[in-house]
Every structure is written in structure tokens, then in C-alpha cells.
């Protein structure tokens, strides 16, 4: 973590500019904004296409600056638009923080515009860190901005380090629900369509990252996204299922103590977190713990052969260059063709592999390389589905 608090929780309220305010992520902020009105107030908030639930938004907390991407007849002409209302939402002068809960690579320019003008990013957008991991650390270094993850594994990571150095750190430990296809045998899972795999066993959310959850990309996107956060090698990153999401992570340390940190699952504390570490206040955003009834907590090691979503993004992760930038931009198209009928669950991974042996090389020593591979790795996996449709 890159450590210069500049937000002051203690004094007056802090402005939040929300991206992506009405997905799962943003609904669960504005919850959290509900209870701590005296703290943060959202200046700034964006949303991809949905002109009637930012509207509602707009009217509840009459934020300085509004963006909608899609053009909309109906909307007012003061909000902003086009891809570009992202950045203007993060780089707002009244803008302390910067929730980015968009989805998928889009999120990058504006988490590198609210850095470069040193605020604290609380990234839900992973994928942020997946394509541009390097820039992003680097630039935040350089410009004094504050990097905090909306995600629960990394969150239950930071909250375990609270106050370690690097060199006492041996191990993270990344728990994955295991998602909906955990049990089931590969042959019935070759067959399985989009409603089996939007049935997420634990978590309510976006429908891209439930897609993620059940071929085990987001636990990979995750490994890179803690390999970037909290600078540990990948070979010292390891992931294991944890069917009940109770434990969020685990951290080892030198001397063999192992913290883990827990909870009834819930997005609200992470995104809390965030804009509050180091410190922490008073809430009720997560259900109490109760140990006798949350039953038992079991552990399993990852069913590699089935999920091979794992071991390709963790291997694009340690290839580097261009290779996760790849890895993130074919999963994401692939995932939508997944999601439109047009490629079958096991098509996901296949697409994805693809496009890592023909793309995984390009170069990746700038941001404008690692745009170009992605834009490669798009047209890659539609040019695929396209022509598989056409029958050659
Ligand atoms: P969602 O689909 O529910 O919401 C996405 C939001 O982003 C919406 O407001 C949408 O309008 C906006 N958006 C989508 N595409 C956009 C684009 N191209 N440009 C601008 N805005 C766009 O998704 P979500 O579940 O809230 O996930 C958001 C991010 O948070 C993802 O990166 C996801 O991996 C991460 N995340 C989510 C959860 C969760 O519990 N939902 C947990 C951890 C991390
Ligand atoms: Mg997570």
C-alpha cells in the first residue's frame, strides 16, 4: 500500500466521486454512504446506460458533477457523457476519493487521472490492475495517490498486515468460493448455460464477475491484483476453496503465524475499509459473527483440470508484458459472448487460451502497447465467434 494519508477521516465530510454508482458495487456505497453521512458525501457520480436509477441517485444526493456513457435523449444536459465523464467524475476538484466500481478495462484511464492528482482510489475495478498493473503502482508512487482495494481478499489481506513490513510477510493465502460449479463434474458443466452460471453460492453481483466466479478468472484477475497491491511474488501468492466465503484471506508470516480475517459476506465493510484505513469507525453494514451458527467452515484444493481459467491468468500474470492485458481483454469479450448465447461455457477458456498463444507476446512497456493488446485480444476472440458462426 502506498501509504501518505491524505484523507482525513477525523475532520469535516469527505467528497467521494462514485464510478459505476449503480452496479452492485456503487448500490452497496451509496448503503454505506446512508449510515455515514457524517463522513463522506458522494460529489460525483457515473453510470454506463441506465438513465432512470442515476436519475434516482441524482435526486437523493445531488452530487456536483453527473456523467451517463450512453448517449440518451432523456437525459439532462448538464450531466456529462461519452467515455470521457469517467475521468471528469475522478479528477473532480471536490473529489477526495474515488470509488472506481466500474467493470473491465474501461476503468483504467480514470483510476490513473485520480492518482495523478494524488487522491485515494478505492479500486473495485480489478481488471484496472490486470492490464496495467506496473503504470498503475508506479504512478501512484510517483504522484503521492493511495491505492486501496474493494475487493474482499485483498481487504481481509490489508487488514491482516495492519502494521507488518514486507520482509515479515511469507505467504498470502487467496480463499475462492469455489463458484457455482464447484462440485459439479466436467461433462455437466461443458453443458451449462448462462442461468446455472449467474447462480453464485455466495455472493450477489455484477453479472461479469459471477461469470468470472464459475470459470475461476476472478480468482486469477485476483492473484495479479495482490501481486500488484501488496508486492508479493507469484510464487508466493496460493489460492484455496473455500465454499462458505466465512474467511476472506489469510496472510502467513515469517515465523509460521497464520491471520486470517472473517466475516458473514458482505462488500459494505470493504468499501468502508477503504475510505477509512488506516483507521476504522463504527458500523453496522455487516451482519454480527456468530461462530456456533455459522456452521462449519471446510477447505478444498482447486480442481484445476476443470476450472483452467486459473492457471492461464496466473501464468499470463507471471509471463508479464502484455500477456494479462491479453488474458483480461479476451476473458471480458468472451464472457459477453458467453453471456449472449453465442459461446459455450468451456468456449470461454478455449478463447481465452487462443488469444495468449497468438497475442500473450506482444509488447507491454507502455500503456499505449498494452491498449494495443488489448484491442488485439478483443478482436481476436469476436473474430473467432464470428467466423465459428459463419460455419469455417
Ligand atoms: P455491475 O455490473 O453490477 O456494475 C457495473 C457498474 O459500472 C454499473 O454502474 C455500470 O453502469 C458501470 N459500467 C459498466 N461498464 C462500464 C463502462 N464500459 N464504462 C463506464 N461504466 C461502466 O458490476 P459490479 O459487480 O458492481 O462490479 C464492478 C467492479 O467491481 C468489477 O470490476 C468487479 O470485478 C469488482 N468487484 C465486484 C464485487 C461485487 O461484489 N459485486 C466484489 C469485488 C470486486
Ligand atoms: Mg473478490
Given at each position: 500500500m502506498h501509504s501518505n494519508s491524505s484523507v482525513n477521516v477525523a475532520g469535516g465530510r469527505i467528497g467521494v466521486a462514485l464510478l459505476g454508482a449503480t452496479g452492485s458495487i456503487g448500490t452497496s456505497a451509496l448503503r454505506v454512504f446512508e449510515r455515514q453521512r457524517e463522513r463522506f458525501t458522494p460529489v460525483a457520480l457515473t453510470a454506463y446506460g441506465n438513465r432512470a436509477a442515476l436519475a434516482e441517485q441524482v435526486a437523493q444526493w445531488a452530487p456536483a458533477y453527473v456523467g451517463l456513457v450512453q448517449e440518451h435523449?432523456?437525459?439532462?444536459?448538464?450531466w456529462g457523457r461519452g467515455a470521457a465523464c469517467l475521468v471528469e467524475a475522478a479528477t473532480?476538484?471536490?473529489?477526495?476519493?474515488?470509488?472506481?466500481?466500474?467493470?473491465?478495462?474501461?476503468g483504467l484511464p480514470a483510476t490513473l487521472a485520480a492518482l495523478r492528482l494524488g487522491k485515494r482510489v478505492a479500486l473495485a475495478n480489478k481488471e484496472t490492475l490486470v492490464v496495467a498493473g506496473d503504470i498503475v503502482t508506479r504512478t501512484a508512487r510517483e504522484h503521492g495517490g493511495e491505492l486501496l482495494p474493494v475487493d474482499s481478499e485483498h481487504s481481509a489481506i490489508l487488514q491482516c498486515l495492519a502494521?507488518?513490513?514486507?520482509?515479515?510477510?511469507k505467504r498470502l493465502i487467496l480463499t475462492a468460493s469455489?463458484?457455482?460449479?464447484?462440485?459439479?463434474?466436467a461433462e455437466r458443466i461443458a453443458g451449462a448455460t448462462r442461468v446455472d452460471a449467474l447462480k453464485h453460492p455466495t455472493w450477489q453481483m455484477g453479472s461479469k464477475i459471477t461469470i468470472d466466479s464459475a470459470t475461476l478468472a476472478n480468482k486469477a484477475l485476483e492473484v495479479i491484483e495482490a501481486h500488484h497491491l501488496?508486492?508479493?511474488?507469484?510464487?508466493?501468492i496460493e489460492v484455496v476453496v473455500h465454499?462458505?466465503?466465512?474467511?476472506?484471506s489469510f496472510v502467513e508470516f515469517v515465523d509460521g503465524s497464520v491471520l486470517a480475517q472473517m466475516g458473514v459476506p458482505s462488500m459494505e465493510l470493504p468499501i468502508l475499509y477503504a475510505l477509512t484505513w488506516p483507521e476504522r469507525v463504527p458500523d453496522s453494514g455487516v451482519p454480527s459473527f456468530d461462530p456456533v451458527t455459522s456452521g462449519d467452515l471446510t477447505f478444498e484444493g482447486v480442481r484445476h483440470d476443470v476450472f483452467p481459467m486459473l492457471q492461464l491468468g496466473i501464468g499470463a500474470g507471471r509471463r508479464g508484458g502484455a500477456a494479462p492485458a491479453v488474458y483480461n481483454a479476451a476473458n471480458e469479450v468472451a464472457v459477453a459472448h458467453f453471456l449472449s448465447g453465442r459461446?459455450?461455457?468451456?468456449g470461454i477458456a478455449e478463447r481465452v487460451a487462443a488469444a495468449l498463444h497468438a497475442?500473450?507476446?506482444?509488447?507491454?512497456?507502455s500503456l499505449e502497447a498494452l491498449l494495443a493488446a488489448d484491442t488485439a485480444a478483443r478482436e481476436h476472440v469476436h473474430a473467432h465467434v464470428a467466423q465459428a458462426e459463419n460455419g469455417n
Open positions: 435523449a432523456d437525459a439532462p444536459e448538464s473532480h476538484p471536490d473529489a477526495h476519493v474515488v470509488i472506481n466500481a466500474v467493470v473491465g478495462a474501461a502494521g507488518r513490513q514486507p520482509h515479515e510477510v469455489g463458484g457455482p460449479f464447484r462440485t459439479w463434474p501488496f508486492g508479493v511474488p507469484y510464487d508466493r465454499p462458505q466465503s466465512i474467511i476472506h459461446l459455450g461455457f468451456n497475442l500473450g507476446s506482444m509488447p507491454g512497456d
